[in-house]
């Protein structure tokens, strides 16, 4: 007889996915959720709501009415592991006011493995700027739940005080209740394994007109939406991102599955963004070759650097990446002639910048060309006008929407001077594959080059790729700059950092992390030590998919996926403990 009081005053609207085995319920006015799959709970009674500097929706929400909906939606990409995306979800807006009566929808799509939801305002009388000063959206697990994530790292810290940069150690099936390591909670995505299944928490959407989130620590029992932190960006810029109404948050992503399948195949990300400009042109995808990665600073010279531009002519790559210090050791006033003579072997340039500014204390350079838009447009101009194909631009200042903004006014401005952009140190992309047309890569992932700063990497190095996978790269791509055919991590491949690693396992890294814009860590020197069928492998290298299919493995121990470019198909194979690995590839 208890529940009857329950009963009488919760109204629960629910939406289930197509398949029907994905299910949201809501509860008003306790302003929840729950999840479940195949009947299983998946996330209990989490909390939904925000508040904004106008009105409190943190609770306490009634239903006014609920709309349900359905998307069939047909969508291409052409940078990421699948070709052809075929979004089918079920959708539900709830429409609900607080004790004040000011009204907020909040906006479910549910596909089979997959759900989105935002929170919508509409059109209010008066007010136009809203900042939304905390996201009440929580998401509360079954006990004896465990846990893949990556620990947020506090602000202002690191090399030139650079961090945070989505550069942390994983913890894998770790339980709940353990501070993160900072104790500033994770980055996104966030893995979970809940039973015999599997949960993926991450956002997508985000532009200039929001900021990027995090998960909090575990507290009460719960995950939250956490935002920057105020030390971000050398303290510049607030830590409440604001936009006119009507306007709607970033999509927070749920994926779940009773195995690890829809986690690598997972949409999610794309499913429920549009393009926000067109491409000024054609851009090109491709390999590349980069000296600094194993022959590091000092190789940013003339000399060195058309090294690798024949490198890259002799693998048959589209480009060379010119890394940090150019500016410097090369110059600016060689730098046409370097370029002509890259283009008269048919090997295209990737430039580097740094992206400060005042969020860090870097001084690789060029710097202070990025973070202006008069210097900007200025720089890019000069670039069009020598043929540069694209930009690698480092060293961002954290996850505030002043420095999304910077994001954004980078890749447009790009796309006017026909430039592809590769973002390092940088935060996760969140969408930006299918939103900005020139996009073509992001590190957020301690990548290639912590193999050749410490040993501690190289022992680690199967297990954090058989994380990837499962986690940072589903969700976007991933710019690694990998495939490291030395056995030392030096120039001179005798001394320096060991790889723990088969040659095998180095080739299979460049199918199972995908970009569209792989720089291979190959150096001449491999071209006679390292097996032939390698660098024959190397020069065939596809670095876009028409379909990614999930075979077997678990986070941190091993993979086999597969994915087909035309009609070949790679599979890919990936062991942390032996460090082992291999690619077949057949029709
Ligand atoms: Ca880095």
Redesign the pocket.
Known sequence: MTNLFLFLSAVITSVSSPDGKLKVDLSFPQSSYTVSYEGKTMLDDSPLGLVADWADFSGNLSLVSSETGRIDNNYSLDRCKTANVHYLANTLVADVQNAEGQRLQIEFRVSNNDIAFRYVFPKVKGTVGTRIMEECTGYRFPEGTTTFLCPQSKAMIGWKRSKP?Y?EEYKADAPMDERSRYGKGYTFPCLFHVGDGWVLLSETGVDSRYCASHLSDYRDGLYRIAFPMPEENNGNGTVEPAFAMPGATPWRTITVGSSLKPIVETTAPWDNVEPLYQPSQEYRYGRSTWSWIVWQDDSMNWDDQITFIDLAAEMGYEYILVDAGWDKQIGYERMPELIRYAQSRKVDVFLWYSSSGYWNDIVQSPVNRMDNSIIRKREMAWMKSLGVKGIKV?FWGGDKQETMRLYEQVLSDANDYGLMVIF??CTLPRGWERMYPNYVGS?AVL?S?NLIFEQHFCDQEGFNACLHPFIRNTVGCMEFGGCILNSRLHKSNSKGNVRKTSVGFQLATQIIFQNPIQNVAITPNNLSDAPAEAIEFLRNLPTAWDETVFIDGYPGKSITLKRRHGSKWYTAHLDAASGDGWVKVSE
Request: glycine share 12%; aromatic share 0%; hydrophobic share 10%.
């Open positions: 940069s550069e480092d390092h140190g590190e990548a080059e």
